[in-house]
T-cell receptor, first 114, second 113 residues
């Protein structure tokens, strides 16, 4: 059971480049989300999805797009990378019902934009 | 605004000392409360959680937390820390059946051997 898998683990981009961070889970979780982690800021929610075909914005969505075509996958797209997007990105998933809302996290993607 | 507050961002302790990390939230209604731990270079792992019932919850590695509804708090404790407890600790809340987790800014804990 792989849990939540993120790729790549590390990435360096030039300003203006685009890329997609991949996230896949094999636990049949309805809810998936993307966070960014910055020093002294904790984790901030970028986008989330409550099921296939449904996405919504979190706290810091600007500069990022998401889609959810399947239950398993929830990619995060950076359309035009900026240095302010240098961060560690975590994908998480959980069941949709209230009693099982523990989130499982991926290993993270460390992104540097130069 | 709704928020999760963690104080004393940096904590330095000697082994065998007791640890207490504070967490306060400002959400109304029904809340689910979590403490996550992030060891250096690793992803977040669940330490313990509170959904309902006994407000004193026990987690892994000797950690426990107490939910005090009147104080909107969920403080984390460990009676005797070890060097391997060096990590960053995050308090998280979701409210009213909403899966969206809100995190505090974290406590960086360093345990000196």
């Amino acid at each position: 059971n792989a849990g939540v898998t993120q790729t790549p683990k590390f990435q360096v981009l030039k300003t203006g480049q685009s890329m997609t961070l991949q996230c896949a889970q094999d636990m049949n979780h309805e809810y998936m989300s993307w966070y960014r982690q910055d020093p002294g800021m904790g984790l901030r929610l970028i986008h989330y999805s409550v099921g296939a075909g449904i996405t919504d914005q979190g706290e810091v969505p600007n500069g990022y797009n998401v889609s959810r075509s399947t239950t398993e996958d929830f990619p995060l797209r950076l359309l035009s990378a900026a240095p302010s997007q240098t961060s560690v990105y975590f994908c998480a998933s959980s069941y949709g019902d209230r009693e099982s809302t523990e989130a499982f996290f991926g290993q993270g993607t460390r992104l540097t934009v130069v | 605004a709704q928020s999760v507050s963690q104080h004393n961002h940096h904590v330095i302790l000697s082994e065998a000392a007791s640890l207490e990390l504070g967490c306060n939230y400002s959400y109304g209604g029904t809340v689910n409360l979590f403490w996550y731990v992030q060891y250096p270079g690793q992803h977040l792992q669940l330490l313990l959680k509170y959904f309902s019932g006994d407000p004193l919850v026990k987690g892994i590695k000797g950690f426990e937390a107490e939910f005090i509804k009147s104080k909107f708090s969920f403080n984390l404790r460990k009676p005797s820390v070890q060097w391997s407890d060096t990590a960053e600790y995050f308090c998280a809340v979701n409210a009213n059946g909403n899966n969206r987790l809100a995190f505090g800014k974290g406590n960086q804990v360093v345990v000196i051997p």
